[in-house]
Nanobody, 125 residues
């Protein structure tokens, strides 16, 4: 069982930066792949980025376009999403999720077993 809590969201102007954190509790965190997803108002939730148990990274290149970086600190049991050059279209609730370490499915919501409650990111123009 893994519990996830997101933090770091807020209101930022376009062009600004935020660093989201996903703090985990529970056993064997280092064995889980962690993903970030987001859901904008009126839209479906979409994949943003993922980091595997061995720190391999995956990105939704259409969303990230080199602006976001995902990282993990297994000692602190935390995964980070550094978001730079934010745009109004990045406004969404950002969720982190955990799944058992696998070689596939990093961008599929259905592959993830545990979810946080989300943190709101609002980018003003």
């Amino acid at each position: 069982q893994v519990q996830l809590v997101e933090s770091g969201g807020g209101l930022v102007q376009a062009g600004g930066s935020l660093r989201l954190s996903c703090a985990a509790s529970g056993r064997s965190f280092s064995r889980y792949d962690i993903g970030w997803f987001r859901q904008a108002p009126g839209k479906e939730r979409e994949f943003v980025a993922a980091i595997t148990a061995d720190s391999g990274t995956w990105y939704n290149v259409d969303v990230v376009k080199g602006r976001f970086t995902i990282s993990r600190d297994n000692a602190d049991i935390t995964v980070y999403l550094q978001m730079n050059t934010l745009k109004p279209e990045d406004t969404a609730v950002y969720y982190c999720a955990a799944k058992y370490n696998t070689d596939s499915g990093h961008n599929f919501q259905s592959a993830y077993n545990y979810w946080g409650r989300g943190t709101q990111v609002t980018v003003s123009s």
